[in-house]
C-alpha cells in the first residue's frame, strides 16, 4: 500500500514539472515552498530563484532559518509545503545520482570521517561518475588533483581530516564540491573558520565558476558586507516569511540592514559596508577637522574613548561624513561641491570654544575647504590643546 501511494505521489510530481523553453528556466527554483521541522513550519511562502552564473545569497539574524532553507533545497531536511525544480524538473522525481550530477552541496555539519585523507574526501566527490564499483579514473583522479590545487589545499592532500584546521577542512569541502562538476552549487556558511585572506579567495573561486562556468551559487552568509560585494541577488531571510528578495542594491541600506538585525545599538554603513559602534554620549569634548577619510581614524579612537566629538566642515559627500553621521554628535557640513559658507565657519567656531582639545586629521586643503586650515589656526590661537594622531587620542585626558 505504502509503495502505491509513492508511485502515486511521484507520478502527481512528475505532472508538476515547469514546461518552459528551456532558455527561459531558472536553473533551480523553489517555488511557493514551506519549510521546517518535523512538520512545524517556520518559514512559509519562498520563491526564489538562481539563473545560470548566477551567485544568491541568504543574509539574516542567527536561527532565522536560512540553514533550513538550504538543507530543504538539498534534501536534507522533508519540505512541509511547494516545490524545488532543476532545470524545470521536480526533484521529487529525481533520483539520487540524478541529483548529485547537477548539484553539489557544502553544509556547516561537521563531518567525522575515521582515518580519510583530505585527498580521500574530495574523492567523493566524483562518485556520482564512477560505476558500481566506485572505481576512479585517470580523468577522475586528475580532477581530483584539480580541485586540490583550485582551494590551495594540495599541500594537505595526504593529511588526515582530523589533523587539519578548521579552515583547511573549509577549503577541501569546497574542493569535494567543484571536483563534483557541478551546474549548481550549494553552501551554508562557507566562509566560517576563515582568515581574511581565505574568504577572499574563496568567494574569488565561487565568483570566477559563477561568472566563467555558468555555475548557479546560493549560500549562506553572515559577512554582510562579503554577501553585498559578490552577490547578484541577496534574500534576506526573518520572521515566518522571506523579508526581503532583490538585487544587492536594492536591499543594502542603512535602514533595511538596521532592520533585518535589529541592530539598536551600532550603525551599519551601507556605502562602505561597515560596522560602527554605538555613538559616544555626554559632553562634547573635542573637535575634528579631518575630510577625505582622514578623519575616520579619529572618530573611532574617540568612541573606543568613550568620548563625545563634532566634526566638520564636511562636505555632504565627502567619505568622512558617512562615519561621522554614526559617531559625532554634531556635524559642520558644508554643501557638496559648494565653498563653505561664512554661517558654518561660524557654527564651528562656536564647536572649537566649547571645547578642550581640537583634532587636526593632516587633511589636505583646497578651494572648498581652505577655511578648515583656518579653523586650525583659530584653535591654536584660542588655547585649545591640538591632536594630530588617533594615538594621542588614547593618552589624551579626555
Not at 78 to 91: E, F, L, P, Q, R
Not at 236 to 261: H, P, Q
Not at 374 to 392: D, R, W
Amino acid at each position: 500500500m505504502e509503495t502505491e501511494k509513492e508511485n502515486t505521489r511521484l507520478k502527481a510530481d512528475a505532472l508538476t514539472e515547469k514546461n518552459y523553453d528551456q532558455s527561459g528556466i531558472p536553473k533551480l527554483e523553489m517555488n511557493s515552498a514551506t519549510v521546517g521541522y518535523n512538520g512545524a513550519p517556520l518559514i512559509s511562502d519562498i520563491n526564489i530563484s538562481v539563473e545560470k552564473g548566477e551567485i544568491v545569497s541568504l543574509i539574516g539574524p542567527n536561527g532565522a532559518g536560512k540553514s533550513t532553507i538550504l538543507k530543504s533545497i538539498t534534501r536534507h531536511l522533508a519540505m512541509i509545503a511547494g516545490t524545488v525544480y532543476i532545470d524545470g524538473k521536480n526533484m521529487r522525481v529525481m533520483s539520487g545520482r540524478e541529483t548529485a550530477l547537477k548539484m553539489s552541496v557544502m553544509l556547516t555539519d561537521r563531518l567525522k570521517p575515521d582515518l580519510m585523507t583530505c585527498r580521500e574526501l574530495v574523492s567523493a566527490g566524483r562518485y556520482p561518475y564512477t560505476g558500481g564499483f566506485g572505481l576512479l579514473s585517470q580523468k577522475d583522479k586528475e580532477i581530483i588533483e584539480r580541485s586540490l590545487a583550485r582551494v590551495n589545499a594540495s599541500d594537505i592532500a595526504d593529511k588526515e581530516i582530523t589533523a587539519i584546521s578548521d579552515g583547511q577542512r573549509q577549503r577541501v569541502l569546497l574542493a569535494r564540491a567543484l571536483c563534483q562538476e557541478p551546474e549548481i552549487i550549494v553552501l551554508d556558511e562557507p566562509t566560517s573558520y576563515l582568515d581574511i585572506r581565505n574568504k577572499i579567495e574563496l568567494l574569488d573561486i565561487l565568483s570566477e565558476m559563477a561568472k566563467k562556468e555558468k555555475i548557479a551559487v546560493i549560500m549562506s552568509l553572515h559577512e554582510i558586507d562579503l554577501a553585498e560585494r559578490i552577490s547578484d541577488k541577496i534574500v534576506c531571510v526573518k520572521g515566518d516569511r522571506i523579508y526581503s528578495y532583490g538585487t544587492a542594491s536594492e536591499i543594502f541600506s542603512d535602514t533595511n540592514i538596521a532592520s533585518l538585525y535589529d541592530i539598536k545599538k551600532g550603525h551599519f554603513n551601507a556605502l562602505l559596508g561597515s560596522i560602527e559602534l554605538k555613538k559616544p554620549q555626554g559632553e562634547i569634548k573635542c573637535f575634528v577637522v579631518g575630510g577625505n577619510g582622514t578623519g575616520i581614524p579619529f572618530y573611532r579612537a574617540l568612541q573606543k574613548k568613550g568620548t563625545a566629538f563634532a566634526a566638520g566642515i564636511l562636505q555632504k559627500n565627502d567619505i568622512d561624513s558617512a562615519v561621522a553621521l554614526a559617531l559625532a554628535s554634531e556635524i559642520v557640513f558644508s554643501d557638496a561641491f559648494c565653498p563653505i559658507t561664512p554661517e558654518q565657519v561660524c557654527r564651528a567656531k562656536q564647536l572649537i570654544d566649547s571645547v578642550i582639545f581640537l583634532a587636526d586629521c593632516g587633511c589636505e586643503t583646497g578651494e572648498y575647504n581652505k577655511e578648515n586650515a583656518a579653523l586650525i589656526e583659530y584653535a591654536k590661537k584660542t588655547g585649545k590643546h591640538i591632536l594630530t594622531s588617533p594615538k594621542e587620542i588614547a593618552e589624551a585626558g579626555l
